[in-house]
């Protein structure tokens, strides 16, 4: 048994293999193009393991992936990989739109010719899992009900057009082909591994080098935050038990508005790093010019998952931002191999 993950050298995917590998022996197939948000420091832990292969390459590269499955088999895919993040989105959509959904097209047609000519007990047992995401839905104003999984598609910026064309794809490689698969769609994680272009790393980041702390607008933009390895365990739960062809939204109820999450970030950084000169982080806030077609609110409605699958986030916000700060504080190495860009290297040194 094995199991083929893609994007598993990215954030939630590095935490994803961590933590599957922390509690079973299931070898992982890694496949991951190490794009500029792939780190493999994050799972040097894993250095000598047998359990774990890595494999540089494309999702799109259908010989590479072909060969892949022929050669380990695996009885599930978890496809992880995509192009993240929103702004980077803005400034150069063509990358999103190769990897989210041609790279996803691709992955599914390489996927659906293994699967048909499995054996009938492995064909019924592979599962397909698609990692996806909350802004599909669009927007939300702030007295409307929390996305169910019947909310109607709605996205709004290039990377949540392109994963809705993915989740689109995914529920007709099931429908059309009858691949087995599950659709996660969940909101905006946070925790170790997390890349310094994103909300909350950048703030602690930038907090810690003693440079501003950009938000966007008025900051009063609302997300739902929920603990990386919370949202591994609702992956782990739905592939285990999941309904096939169902989408499960995987969110921790936990809505906040962007400045607050500033403010909480600086203030457990004025407890655990004081400044010398006794002033407060805050004091680093600037507002800067918007996002364009910044969407206003996102917040999960998660009792789908928790009727079913009796899955539940087992961190609160309080703990797990915490816990987050702490691993930032206690990996500033990580953080400068990040910010240098010399974690590449570490592709070179790991595997000549
Ligand atoms: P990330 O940007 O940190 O990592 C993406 C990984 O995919 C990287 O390792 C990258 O090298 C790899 N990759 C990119 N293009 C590839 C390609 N063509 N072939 C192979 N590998 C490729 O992203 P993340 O934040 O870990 O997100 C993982 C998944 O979860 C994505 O599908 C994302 O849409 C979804 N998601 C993310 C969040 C979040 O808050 N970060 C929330 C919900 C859903
Ligand atoms: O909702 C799930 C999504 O969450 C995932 O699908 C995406 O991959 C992930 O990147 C994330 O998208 P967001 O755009 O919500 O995350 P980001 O961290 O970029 O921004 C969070 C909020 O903070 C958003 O309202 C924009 C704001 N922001 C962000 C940055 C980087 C700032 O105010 N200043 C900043 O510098």
């Known amino acids: 048994?094995?199991?083929?993950?893609?994007?598993?050298?990215?954030?939630?995917?590095?935490?994803?293999?961590?933590?599957w590998l922390a509690q079973c022996d299931e070898p992982v197939l890694n496949l991951d193009k190490l794009t500029y948000a792939g780190n493999l420091e994050n799972l040097a832990s894993l250095q000598g393991d047998a359990r774990h292969v890595f494999v540089q390459g494309d999702l799109g590269d259908r010989a590479?992936?072909?060969?892949?499955?022929?050669?380990?088999?695996?009885?599930?895919?978890l496809h992880f990989a995509a192009e993240s993040h929103v702004d980077r989105s803005i400034h150069g959509p063509e990358d999103f739109i190769q990897t989210n959904i041609v790279g996803t097209f691709r992955l599914l047609e390489a996927v659906?010719?293994?699967w048909s000519a499995l054996p009938e007990a492995e064909k019924t047992a592979f599962r397909f899992l698609h990692v996806s995401t909350d802004e599909v839905y669009g927007t939300l104003s702030k007295d409307d009900p929390p996305f169910a999984e019947t909310k109607a598609y709605e996205p709004n910026?290039?990377?949540?057009?392109?994963?809705?064309?993915?989740?689109?794809?995914v529920r007709a490689w099931h429908h059309t082909y009858g691949l087995p698969v599950l659709t996660t769609n969940c909101s905006n994680n946070y925790g170790p591994y997390h890349f310094p272009e994103k909300l909350i790393p950048l703030m602690i980041v930038n907090a810690l080098a003693g440079k501003s702390l950009p938000v966007y607008g008025d900051?009063?933009?609302?997300?739902?935050?929920?603990?990386?390895?919370?949202h591994c365990s609702a992956i782990r739960r739905v592939l285990e038990a999941g309904r096939l062809g169902e989408t499960y939204n995987v969110g921790g109820w936990n809505e906040k508005p962007n400045i607050e999450i500033v403010h909480t970030v600086c203030a457990l950084l004025?407890?655990?790093?004081?400044?010398?000169?006794?002033s407060s982080?805050?004091?680093q806030i600037t507002h800067?010019?918007?996002?364009?077609?910044h969407d206003r609110r996102y917040a999960i409605d998660a009792r789908k998952i928790q009727r079913e699958l009796g899955w539940k986030p087992a961190e609160t916000f309080e703990t797990g931002i915490r816990k987050t700060v702490q691993w930032y504080l206690a990996h500033p190495e990580w953080v400068q191999h990040v910010q240098s860009g010399s974690y590449r290297d570490w592709v070179q040194k790991q595997y000549g």
């Not at 290039?158 to 993915?166: I, Q, T, V």
């Not at 800067?288 to 077609?293: C, F, T």
Request: no cysteine; proline share 5%.
């Open 1 to 19: 048994m094995t199991i083929l993950v893609t994007g598993g050298a990215g954030f939630i995917g590095s935490n994803f293999v961590l933590d």
């Open 64 to 77: 590479l992936v072909d060969a892949l499955l022929a050669q380990h088999r695996p009885r599930a895919v």
């Open 112 to 114: 659906r010719a293994y």
């Open 157 to 169: 910026s290039p990377y949540s057009a392109s994963k809705a064309a993915s989740d689109h794809l």
């Open 219 to 230: 900051g009063l933009q609302v997300r739902d935050w929920l603990y990386v390895k919370d």
């Open 270 to 278: 004025d407890e655990l790093r004081p400044k010398a000169d006794g």
């Open 281 to 283: 982080y805050k004091a």
């Open 288 to 293: 800067v010019q918007d996002r364009p077609g």
